[in-house]
């Protein structure tokens, strides 16, 4: 009787009824990573990873090294500017010794004092020209000095007087710039003037005005000045210019 081949073996378990799914195919299995040996041997041992992290080089950005290298660079400039500026203050402000420093000042020749009168007040070379003039001092009778000049007059003529404002304190002033005459004195004039820089009073030493004891050389031609300037006596003996006496006599 010939042998029934759909008998079950029954060495073989029965397969589960699963919905949908055609009994002759098996369910899918989960694949399981089977680690072979050469996967095994690309894993490397914890602390050979760690060393080989240890041992690799620290990556730093080209741009991070360029900037550090740049702000270091500015920082070493700033120093040796602040460095030399403050050297350079240190010797500035220290003493210089030198040969200059130690050697004798080099004497000059003192400045020609003023001629003190009654007594020689100027030669005729002295005062050549018209309108050439020369301060001088004069000692009053009771021992004071008082400031006082000599002016070549046209026609050769000297005259002297006190640069002391008549009844006041202020001192005159001889004005060869006839621009500044005109600007500060409101007076116009072709040769030099005498002012009273206090109470803007003008002299004309050619014209004569009224003195205490008559006519005296000085007019005045603008300002409230009560009189001339007191007027010094002038002698000229050979080339010297003598001052003899003021008035009045002081």
Not at 79 to 94: E, N, Q
Request: charged content about 15%; proline content about 10%.
């Amino acid at each position: 009787m010939p042998e029934d081949t759909k008998k079950p073996n029954r060495f073989q378990t029965a397969q589960p009824q699963i919905p949908g799914v055609p009994q002759h195919q098996a369910p899918p299995q989960a694949k399981t990573q089977v680690q072979t040996p050469s996967t095994a041997q690309a894993a490397p041992n914890k602390p050979e990873a760690i060393q080989k992290i240890r041992q690799r080089p620290n990556t730093i950005p080209t741009y991070l090294w360029a900037c550090g290298g740049g702000a270091i660079l500015i920082i070493v400039i700033a120093l040796i500017f602040f460095m030399r500026g403050s050297a350079r203050a240190a010797h500035s402000a220290a003493p210089v010794e030198s040969s200059e420093a130690t050697a004798q000042p080099t004497q000059t020749a003192p400045a020609e004092a003023e001629p003190v009168a009654p007594g020689r007040i100027a030669t005729t070379e002295e005062l050549t020209q018209p309108w050439a003039a020369k301060k001088f001092l004069y000692r009053t009778g009771t021992g004071d000095t008082i400031p006082a000049m000599v002016v070549h007059l046209t026609g050769n003529t000297y005259w002297a007087f006190s640069l002391q404002e008549p009844y006041g304190s202020c001192t005159l002033e001889y004005e060869t710039d006839t621009q500044k005459l005109l600007n500060e004195y409101g007076v116009r004039s072709s040769r030099p003037l005498l002012v009273d820089p206090c109470s803007r009073t003008v002299y004309d030493l050619t014209r004569y005005g009224n003195g205490p004891n008559g006519l005296v050389r000085g007019a005045i031609i603008t300002g409230v000045g009560m009189r001339p300037p007191y007027a010094i006596e002038v002698q000229v003996n050979g080339h010297e210019i003598l001052a003899t006496r003021a008035e009045p006599e002081q």
